[in-house]
């Protein structure tokens, strides 16, 4: 008797089954050690949480924010739009961007916007 494993090509999706909401990621650039999508919390993959964790300083050098949806199946950069609301935030609260963050802001910016903006002293 011969016993013969089979190999699958199958892995494990790590997006949960079911869910029909999209699904916000932050690509963070650590230097020398890399660039990695940043671990999430199944329950804070929304828009707000990683808004939140951007203006409270959890990311130390985003790059990058995508959102998907696979039960409708898409997915699209939003870092310019996560950008805009970033800075619509802070110029609300009449604050600077976080240091962690500003670069992200000025680099997704669109260019209509960097033109308007203007330093009181």
Do not use: K
Not at 9 to 25: H, K, R
Not at 84 to 107: G, H, K, T, W, Y
């Amino acid at each position: 008797m011969e016993f013969i494993m089979r190999r699958f090509s199958w892995t494990p999706s790590i997006v949960p089954s079911g869910n029909d909401e999209a699904v916000y990621l932050v690509a963070d650039d650590f230097g020398r050690l890399g660039r990695a999508w940043r671990e999430a919390d199944y329950e804070a993959t929304d828009l707000e949480t990683v808004v939140q964790g951007l203006l409270t300083g959890q990311y130390s050098n985003p790059i990058r924010i995508v959102a998907f949806n696979t039960a409708e199946r898409w997915s699209e950069d939003i870092s310019e739009d996560v950008a805009r609301e970033l800075r619509r935030r802070c110029d609300l609260q009449m604050r600077e961007l976080p240091a962690a963050i500003s670069d992200f802001v000025e680099r997704h910016e669109d260019q209509d916007r960097r033109q308007l903006t203007l330093q009181l002293v």
